[in-house]
């Protein structure tokens, strides 16, 4: 896994929003374009931060990936 991906063709992974499809609940007050940020933690322990773009069908769409190889603080 690199420490930052961005572009189109970026997978989701476990932990993603849309990791196994698009959520069941869609977010029907946000602008279409608006962007939104989910951080999790992987499998080894780093922080991953995630950036998506609501589309105009009120799909998410993962634009860009950061890993932090610092291990996730459960203080945060």
Same mark, same amino acid.
């Given at each position: ?6 572009g189109?063709?970026?997978?989701p ?6 990791? %196994?499809?698009?959520?069941?609940? $869609?977010l029907?007050k946000? &602008?279409?374009? *608006?962007s /939104? ?7 080894? %322990?780093?922080?991953v931060?995630? $950036?998506?773009?609501?589309? &105009?069908?009120? *799909?998410l /769409? ?6 932090v190889?610092?291990?996730f603080?459960?203080?945060?």
């Amino acid at each position: 896994m690199q420490p930052f991906e961005i572009g189109p063709g970026i997978q989701p992974i476990p932990g993603s929003i849309t990791y %196994g499809g698009q959520p069941r609940t $869609r977010l029907t007050k946000s &602008p279409i374009g *608006s962007s /939104l940020t989910h951080e999790f933690q992987n499998e080894f %322990g780093y922080r991953v931060i995630e $950036r998506y773009i609501l589309q &105009p069908d009120r *799909s998410l /769409l993962l634009v860009s990936r950061r890993v932090v190889r610092i291990p996730f603080s459960r203080n945060d």
